[in-house]
């Protein structure tokens, strides 16, 4: 467990392969590919009502379809306004299957959006927000509210906010309110690096599972169905800077051989309990 986070949270260096260019023409041809390559590019979404003529994909389903044009390096940029899913995809996690308005697979790309944007659940098409997956992404600026489940429990994920699979992801001043599942999903060997999230009047606030590891800052979990922050299995979390209140099960929640570590953040008034490690697991808590 000290492993991982220690893995994380520490600086990687990555150094270069260097090539050996045995003569005047691989030179040549070295530089010809060089400059054959691709620039990373910024796609703008844009809702149905805007005016503006500078869009590349507009209307409900201009993320998803941006996302899918997307590729490694690029941004989506998501202009101010409200986006209704009107058509999901499905992906394969486990025995399970996350059904999912926008859907990151195996790619590294930014999505940025302007103050106002909101992703907004259709309650005829019972789905989860945001699925990454084998990716590297950063999110920014988005609020997401009422995704529903079809069935409560079943082999289909949705009613999540954003769920995060065997992925890098970090994600600042995001809204995820009214979900039916969990807000901040991390799944497998997943490293979440999250600030000025707010996860509000949901189920869930976010569950941690198998290696997944969080780092949490500044955050607001408050008004929760069920317990605020969970982790399972081998997961571990650092939080810092956030308040965890009013919540209808336990504001911490650890399991197995789970480790939360808590610092500067006030945890108080959730129901059944501010703190609750079972099993082998631990929460250590610096008080306020």
């Known amino acids: ?155 289909i994920y949705d009613g999540h906010g954003i769920f995060v699979i065997d992925s890098k992801a970090r994600i600042d001043d995001v809204t995820v309110s009214k979900f039916q599942k969990m807000g901040l999903t991390g799944r497998g060997d997943t490293q979440l690096d999250v600030s000025n999230l707010r996860v509000l009047d949901g189920h869930v606030g976010v569950w941690l599972h198998e290696n997944a590891y969080l780092r949490l800052r500044n955050a607001l979990v408050r008004g929760n169905d069920s317990s605020a922050i969970t982790a399972y299995d081998n997961s571990a979390a650092h939080i810092s800077g956030s308040t965890v209140e009013g919540n209808a099960r336990y504001g911490l929640y650890a399991n197995q051989q789970a480790a939360v570590f808590v610092s500067n953040t006030k945890v108080a008034g959730n129901k059944l309990g501010d703190v609750n490690a079972l099993a082998d697991s631990h929460i250590r808590q610096d008080r306020l």
């Open 1 to 155: 467990m000290l492993a991982l986070v220690a893995a994380f949270v520490s600086a990687v260096s990555v150094s270069a392969a260097s090539v050996s260019v045995a003569s005047a023409g691989d030179s040549s041809a070295a530089g010809f590919g060089a400059a054959r390559q691709r620039e990373a590019r910024v796609w703008k979404v844009c809702p149905a009502a805007t005016t503006a003529s500078d869009c590349d994909f507009k209307g409900d389903q201009a993320i998803p379809n941006a996302v899918a044009r997307a590729s490694n390096g690029d941004t989506i940029q998501i202009r101010a306004g409200r986006y209704t899913p009107r058509a999901y995809q499905d992906v394969p996690f486990r025995d399970l299957v996350v059904r999912s308005f926008v859907i990151i697979d195996d790619k590294d790309i930014s999505l940025i959006g302007e103050q106002g944007v909101i992703l907004a659940g259709n309650d005829k098409l019972p789905m989860s927000a945001i699925v990454v997956r084998n990716a590297d992404v950063s999110i920014a600026h988005l609020e997401i509210t009422s995704f529903n489940y079809q069935i409560e429990e079943d082999k």
